[in-house]
C-alpha cells in the first residue's frame, strides 16, 4: 500500500505519467481490499451443533476422550438450552448476555454463544478461562478460536484469559499424560503458568446485574466454587440464571453446593443429573 504522502512526492521526481499510475495502483488496491472483507463477511458458516462440533475437533487430530470425555454432553447442552427458552421466552428478542467460566475446548462456549446469537444477532457471551494445559492439552484456547471461527460465532465472543478468581491448581490437580506422550503436573507446572487473577470479581465492578445467565465449569474445590458462585451473582441482573455443571454423586462439593444455594436468595429450577440450573430470585445483597 502506497501512501498519499509518498505519491506526492513522487510527483516531483517521476514524470507525470507514472505518477497517475502509482495513484492508480493505490486504488485499486484499496477496491481489492474491499472486495475480499466483503466476500469473506459474506462467506457462509457451517450450522452449529454439537455434533458438528465434536467432528470438527476431531478432524484436527484431538481425541474422543479429549472431546468428548472433557465436555458437557450433547444432551446437557440441549437441557440448558430449553430451560433458557423457557425463563427467558423467545418473545423477548432483546440481546442477551452471558458468562461462561471454563472454556477447554469451546463445545459448551460454542453451544452458547449460538444460542444467544439465534435469539438476537448482538447477543454477547464473556468467557473466562486461564488458558492452561487441561487434560493433557496445551494452549486449548487455539482450539477455542479455531471452533468460533469455522461456525461463524467469534462476532458474539469475548474471551478473557485469567483466573475467575485467585490462581488455582489446573485439572483439580490431576496429573495427565498429554501430547506427546509427556505428562503434565500440575504441582510443578504451577510455578510457571501464568493468567489475570479475580477476573469475575473485576468484571462485576464494570458490569454488576448486567449479565442474564451464566455457566460454571471452572474449578472444582468446594470454597472455590462456593466464593466463585457468590461472586458471579454479583453479575446477574434480578431473575438471572446460574448453570453449574457436574452436579451430581461424583462430584459431592458441587452437589452440595448447589443445595445451599438454594437456601439463600436463589430458586433450584431444574437438573438432570449433570447440570443444575438456579435463577436468582432478587438481586445481590437484597431481600424478598
Same mark, same amino acid.
Given at each position: 500500500m502506497i501512501s498519499p504522502t509518498v505519491i506526492s512526492a513522487v510527483k516531483y521526481l517521476v514524470p507525470q505519467g507514472l505518477a497517475q499510475?502509482?495513484?492508480?495502483?493505490?486504488?485499486?488496491? +484499496?477496491?481489492r481490499v474491499g472486495s475480499y472483507n466483503t466476500a469473506q463477511?459474506?462467506? #457462509?458458516? /457451517?450450522?452449529? @451443533?454439537?455434533?458438528?462440533?465434536?467432528?470438527? $475437533?476431531?478432524?484436527?487430530?484431538?481425541? /474422543? *476422550?479429549?472431546?468428548? #470425555? *472433557?465436555?458437557?454432553? #450433547? =444432551?446437557?447442552?440441549?437441557?440448558?438450552?430449553? =430451560?433458557?427458552?423457557?425463563?427467558?421466552?423467545?418473545?423477548?428478542?432483546?440481546?442477551?448476555?452471558?458468562? $461462561?467460566? *471454563?472454556?477447554?475446548?469451546?463445545?459448551? &462456549?460454542?453451544?452458547?454463544? !449460538?444460542?444467544? +446469537?439465534? +435469539?438476537?444477532?448482538?447477543?454477547?457471551?464473556? @468467557?473466562?478461562? /486461564?488458558?492452561?494445559?487441561? +487434560?493433557?492439552?496445551? !494452549?486449548p484456547q487455539k482450539h477455542v478460536i479455531a471452533l468460533?471461527?469455522?461456525? #461463524?460465532?467469534?462476532?458474539?465472543?469475548?474471551?478473557?484469559? *485469567?483466573?475467575?478468581?485467585? %490462581?488455582?491448581? @489446573?485439572?483439580?490437580g490431576t496429573a495427565f499424560t498429554g501430547e506427546n506422550g509427556v505428562e503434565y503436573d500440575p504441582y510443578t507446572s504451577f510455578q510457571t503458568e501464568q493468567a489475570c487473577e479475580d477476573t469475575v470479581t473485576n468484571l462485576s465492578t464494570l458490569y454488576a446485574g448486567r449479565f442474564d445467565f451464566a455457566m460454571v465449569d471452572g474449578n472444582h474445590e468446594g470454597s472455590h466454587l462456593s466464593r466463585e458462585t457468590e461472586q458471579v451473582?454479583?453479575? &446477574?441482573?434480578?431473575?438471572?440464571?446460574?448453570?453449574?455443571? !457436574?452436579? @451430581?454423586?461424583?462430584?459431592?462439593?458441587? %452437589?452440595?453446593?448447589?443445595?445451599?444455594?438454594?437456601? %439463600? !436468595?436463589?430458586r433450584g429450577v431444574s437438573a438432570d443429573g449433570r447440570v443444575g440450573i438456579l435463577q436468582r430470585a432478587y438481586g445481590p445483597g437484597s431481600s424478598s
Open positions: 499510475q502509482l495513484a492508480r495502483s493505490k486504488s485499486v488496491a +484499496r477496491w463477511a459474506d462467506k #457462509g458458516n /457451517p450450522a452449529y @451443533s454439537y455434533r458438528a462440533a465434536v467432528e470438527f $475437533h476431531l478432524a484436527r487430530g484431538l481425541t /474422543p *476422550g479429549h472431546v468428548v #470425555g *472433557g465436555s458437557m454432553p #450433547g =444432551a446437557s447442552l440441549s437441557f440448558c438450552s430449553e =430451560a433458557l427458552d423457557n425463563l427467558f421466552p423467545t418473545t423477548d428478542d432483546r440481546p442477551l448476555m452471558g458468562v $461462561h467460566v *471454563g472454556n477447554f475446548l469451546g463445545i459448551s &462456549l460454542g453451544h452458547f454463544v !449460538d444460542y444467544v +446469537r439465534q +435469539r438476537n444477532k448482538n447477543s454477547v457471551v464473556v @468467557s473466562i478461562d /486461564p488458558n492452561l494445559t487441561h +487434560r493433557g492439552i496445551s !494452549d468460533l471461527t469455522h461456525f #461463524g460465532l467469534q462476532k458474539n465472543a469475548i474471551i478473557i484469559v *485469567g483466573y475467575s478468581l485467585n %490462581k488455582s491448581l @489446573s485439572n483439580d451473582g454479583f453479575l &446477574l441482573r434480578p431473575g438471572g440464571v446460574l448453570i453449574l455443571d !457436574d452436579v @451430581s454423586d461424583a462430584w459431592s462439593h458441587i %452437589k452440595a453446593e448447589y443445595g445451599a444455594l438454594q437456601s %439463600k !436468595d436463589w
